[in-house]
């Protein structure tokens, strides 16, 4: 650090001043505005790199929330969060870093205004057998429609339904799905697995003729 | 890869989660195993169902403008606060220097690190290669195919700048079956390919003093080991049991001229 001040202020000041001035020159003419300028700053740098994941950020928030207002609501309180804490994000994906601060907003949302969301059991052994009695389903699956789709989602307990939408809409990583959710890395796979397992269960149960 | 192996790790495969050489052996199974097969292409119907669904959703208009004046508003709060605090005159090295010692105490322990890390890569190519001489029915397996360890020996004349040593082991129970030419950390290498029952063992040798003897179980359920002899050093890969693998190391290395 030391030795590339001085070789700077050498080059620049012909020796006339030593790197000391150099130091107390640049910190002397930003003392008096630094705060704001720093503001400035920062703000600047969040508006770059935080603003522009605002789709994604709502969808994971409409997909956790279920209805549009609620989602909004959640999606503000995290950005606001966000530039709170905007000091100490340290680089990387910024995407990923949003979203798990808006996770983090959605379940603290939930506590105070839902209690905790009802969980209905899935019943795995019910659908396993519709499964195998209605045999290949390939074709069946490729019929399914935006609707069909987008309410055997929702229709999916919550902690599978973050995993999938981080995986499937988000395009995350393992890695990066096992942080936005804090989940243990080894946990994000056996959790996708279940997960795609309900989904086609529930997609098949709503095509098939009862 | 079996099919539980296979079942286990298929959504890791699906995501683009799994390395190349697991992923050449899914491959492969999935080629073979119309069971496992079937499965994987119920997932893919299921990640198109997801995808022609449409599901990502534009944030509403108004949104974005509320929060960026939100976040503006709470920018300029922040600004007026920190402005009317006597600000400490940051003393910029003093917080840097720690980073500085911790970076400089990286660079002396990175080459430490590296030397193990060295030795994993080294690993990787070998499983790379072995996967590889498996693929697709036996044909990578071997150049000149021949038991007879006086065919072997001289075909790796003029192909190689060193003479490997090639010894029959059929009658310890590994016969030879034969030797290819490979290419690891970047130099050409001889492969000698043995046979214990139904598997296959590579043996890699080339001209190399460094590096110190050891085995491991890979992740992909192969038993590597390598050891250095007579200036030679040896990696013994395969799917056979470790103690087996031993053996056939410690019979590979032995002087023909002593048995």
New interface residues.
Partial sequence: ?TREVSHESAILYCGNKTAQDE?RII?GSK?QN???V???D??AR??QSI?PH??A???LA??LASN?SDA?DV??EA??RA??FFAGFRGGNSRAWLLRIVRNAFYDWLKQNRGEERKEPFDEELHDTMDERRGP???L??K?D?EL??KA?ASLPVEFREI??L???EDL??KEISEVANIPPGTV?SR??RG?EQ??SL?LASLQPK | MNCNETKE?I??YL?G?VDPVRSMAIEQHLKDCPACAAAH???Q????????????????KG??K???S???Q??KA??RK??G?Q?W?WNW?AI??PL?ATALLLLIALPILNRHSADDQLAREIVAAHVRSLMTDTSHLTDVASSDQHTVKPWFTGKLNFSPPVTDLASQGFPLLGGRLDYIEEHPVAALVYQRRKHFINLFIWPEKSGSSGELRTPQGYNVIHSNHDGMTYWAISDVNSGDLREFLKLAQADPHQK
């Fill in positions: 650090m130091v910190n003392s630094a705060p704001l720093e503001e400035q920062k703000l969040f508006e603003m605002m789709n950020a709502y969808t409409r997909w549009d909004q999606v503000q950005y606001l530039f709170k389903d390939t074709l699956l490729e399914a935006h789709v987008r989602i999938l939408v995986r499937e809409l990583s393992y796979m996708l697995a795609r989904l086609r997609l | 790790i959504h890791g995501d989660e292409r119920k997932q119907s299921l990640r198109t169902a997801i995808a022609q669904g449409s599901l990502y959703f534009n944030a509403p949104l974005e509320r929060v960026r939100a976040v503006r709470a920018s922040e600004g920190e402005g605090r600000r005159n090295r840097l220097s500085a």
